[in-house]
T-cell receptor, first 113, second 113 residues
Framework: AQSVSQHNHHVILSEAASLELGCNYSYGGTVNLFWYVQYPGQHLQLLLKYFSGDPLVKGIKGFEAEFIKSKFSFNLRKPSVQWSDTAEYFCAVKGGGSYIPTFGRGTSLIVHP | KAGVTQTPRYLIKTRGQQVTLSCSPISGHRSVSWYQQTPGQGLQFLFEYFSETQRNKGNFPGRFSGRQFSNSRSEMNVSTLELGDSALYLC????????????FGEGSWLTVV
């Protein structure tokens, strides 16, 4: 069974700091990769996704993620975070024609103004 | 285009009771999946329905059940509630093919006392 690991459970940054959240998965075949964000009191929203093509994916609000197949990773990055980026971030992976993504446990990001 | 709609948004139940949660998917989406979200466990997959048939099932006890209607609306039921069932229950919908993205509703907050 595939699994998804998000190694950073809690991250605290100051505004303007750079962000990188790690995501590793265990599935060895073709994968679809996602990052979702859950702002306080709001529902999970899609931040970005990778299905094929350019492994560097750009999403909403200045976020990007890079798929590195050899490392089974899909890390999320943002060069300069804002207070409004305070949220829970979830990495998800769908593999091998599966209809259902497997989610990581999430990373709580707090950005201090 | 309306998003995924879940009702009720908040509810409090007593141990031993049962509860039914409802989900209306995005128009045109035929797949509905359900997740349980808790602070320590992240998102745990419950089950997925496609065209009124359960297509995938997670590792939850038989007290958790669901169904899907011909209009793609879905319900999930939890019988004999336990304190540990307190959680945010999320519904997500998609077109239902492997190469697609799921979209989440705002969730139903269940508290069992």
């Amino acid at each position: 069974a595939q699994s998804v690991s998000q190694h950073n459970h809690h991250v605290i940054l100051s505004e303007a700091a750079s962000l990188e959240l790690g995501c590793n998965y265990s599935y060895g075949g073709t994968v679809n990769l996602f990052w979702y964000v859950q702002y306080p009191g709001q529902h999970l929203q899609l931040l970005l996704k990778y299905f094929s093509g350019d492994p560097l994916v750009k999403g909403i609000k200045g976020f990007e993620a890079e798929f590195i197949k050899s490392k089974f990773s899909f890390n999320l990055r943002k060069p300069s975070v804002q207070w409004s980026d305070t949220a829970e971030y979830f990495c998800a992976v769908k593999g091998g024609g599966s209809y259902i993504p497997t989610f990581g446990r999430g990373t709580s990001l707090i950005v201090h103004p | 285009k309306a998003g995924v709609t879940q009702t009720p948004r908040y509810l409090i139940k007593t141990r031993g009771q049962q509860v039914t949660l409802s989900c209306s998917p995005i128009s045109g989406h035929r797949s509905v999946s359900w997740y349980q979200q808790t602070p320590g466990q992240g998102l745990q997959f419950l089950f997925e329905y496609f065209s009124e048939t359960q297509r995938n099932k997670g590792n939850f006890p038989g007290r958790f059940s669901g169904r899907q209607f011909s209009n793609s609306r879905s319900e999930m039921n939890v019988s004999t509630l336990e304190l540990g069932d307190s959680a945010l229950y999320l519904c997500a919908s998609s077109l239902g093919t492997a190469e697609n993205t799921i979209y989440f509703g705002e969730g139903s907050w269940l508290t069992v006392v």
